[in-house]
Each structure stands twice: as C-alpha cells, then as structure tokens.
T-cell receptor, first 112, second 116 residues
Framework: QQQVKQSPQSLIVQKGGISIINCAYE??????FPWYQQFPGKGPALLIA?????SEKKEGRFTISFNKSAKQFSLHIMDSQPGDSATYFC???????????FGQGTRLTINP | DTEVTQTPKHLVMGMTNKKSLKCEQH?????MYWYKQKAKKPPELMFV???????INESVPSRFSPECPNSSLLNLHLHALQPEDSALYLC???????????????FGQGTRLTVV
C-alpha cells in the first residue's frame, strides 16, 4: 500500500512533442505528490507538486494532472526540449509523514 | 540560498577504511535526511533527523552511522563497507514535514561512493 507505481520506464519523444509520465498509488492517506527531475550525476530537484484538492497544476511547460478517484497522477511536458532529457521520479507523502515514497523513475530522452 | 552542499563529491574507499560524508544547509531547515541511490533506481531513505534527533532509521546496517552535530550539519560515518554499498549518497533537508504546509525537500548533489 506504500507503493507508487510509475510508467513507462523509459520514453523517447521528438523535440516539440508532449511527454507524458503516469503514476498510480493505493494509499488514500497520501496528500502531497511531487515530481522530481534528476540529471546524471546530480541530486533530484523538485519540478512541480500538487495536493489532492486540486485536479491540475501548471508551471510553464510542466503540468500535473491529478485524478483522486482513480488514485492516479501524471506529468505532462509540453513542447519537450533536448534539455528536458533526464530521469523523472514521481513521489507521494502522507500528511505529517517524514518519508517520501518514490516511483521507480522514467528515463526521458528528447530527440532533436 | 536553497542549497544543500555535500562533500566530497567522489569517494573511493577500501573495505577496511573509515570515512565520513558531510552535508551542510543554511536554509534554517530542522529536518535532514540521508538517502542511498543505486543506478537507475529511486532514492531509498536511510535516516531522518528532526531537530537534531534521529527520528527514522530504515533498518540500515550499523556500518553506516549518522550524526547531526547541529541544525546545519549532517554527517554519515562509514566503516567496514562492502562493495555492494557503492552508490550515490544523497543528503536532503526540509522544514519539519510533520507540520501542515511544510512539504518541499531540497537535495544535495550527492557523494558518489565506490567501495573496493
């Protein structure tokens, strides 16, 4: 019940296309859902995050869509650029919990 | 300043060595974390310190010994490691996540550890 399932494992998108990464969870106590971006040899950096009282959050080219009833959330990257090539992790955290539960990660490659 | 600084960036150590990883933040965060990350895997939580007290130990072997000397510093002491302990060790900090509204965790760049 503590798992967050992320798909796909890897994704190749053409420059200018839309990249979509999906995550699903079981634990209804989760109340915070961040996405992290990680470049090789670097630590993860927070990209965007959402709480379950909102169905969508947009920051620049990055959008999180959240479906509370389906217990799913997804990251959409519009107008994908080669610089977006990285590994993306979704995560979840319960209220008052100190531990982030990470998905398995998606390696995104944007072809020029 | 939203930076978490880790030193060293790279470390090679033998199985009989003793070494330490260091982490520093000046954001006034009162929670600090150690994570271990293997290649192509997500970060795995090892330890959480909250207000300089150890609050979570994820059943980590005793050859890893954390220390939080003050609210800005976090160390990870290493002794008698095994080759399978080779990984990227990440430090992170945040406000106290047990309080409502405190959410974001900032990660350092990591220490790439190789045990030979």
């Amino acid at each position: 019940q503590q798992q967050v399932k992320q798909s796909p494992q890897s994704l190749i998108v053409q420059k200018g296309g839309i990249s979509i990464i999906n995550c699903a969870y079981e634990n209804t106590a989760f109340d915070y859902f961040p996405w992290y971006q990680q470049f090789p040899g670097k630590g993860p950096a927070l990209l965007i995050a959402i709480r379950p009282d909102v169905s969508e959050k947009k920051e620049g080219r990055f959008t999180i869509s959240f479906n509370k009833s389906a217990k799913q959330f997804s990251l959409h990257i519009m107008d994908s650029q080669p610089g977006d090539s990285a590994t993306y992790f979704c995560a979840a955290r319960g209220q008052g919990a100190q531990k982030l539960v990470f998905g398995q990660g998606t390696r995104l490659t944007i072809n020029p | 300043d939203t930076e978490v600084t880790q030193t060293p960036k790279h470390l090679v150590m033998g199985m009989t060595n003793k070494k330490s990883l260091k982490c520093e933040q000046h954001m006034g965060h009162r929670a600090m974390y150690w994570y271990k990350q293997k290649a192509k895997k997500p970060p795995e939580l090892m330890f959480v310190y909250s207000y300089e007290k150890l609050s979570i130990n994820e059943s980590v072997p005793s050859r890893f010994s954390p220390e939080c000397p003050n609210s800005s510093l976090l160390n990870l002491h290493l002794h008698a490691l095994q080759p399978e302990d080779s990984a990227l060790y990440l430090c992170a900090s945040s406000q106290d996540m047990r309080r409502p509204g405190n959410t974001e965790a900032f990660f350092g760049q990591g220490t790439r550890l190789t045990v030979v």
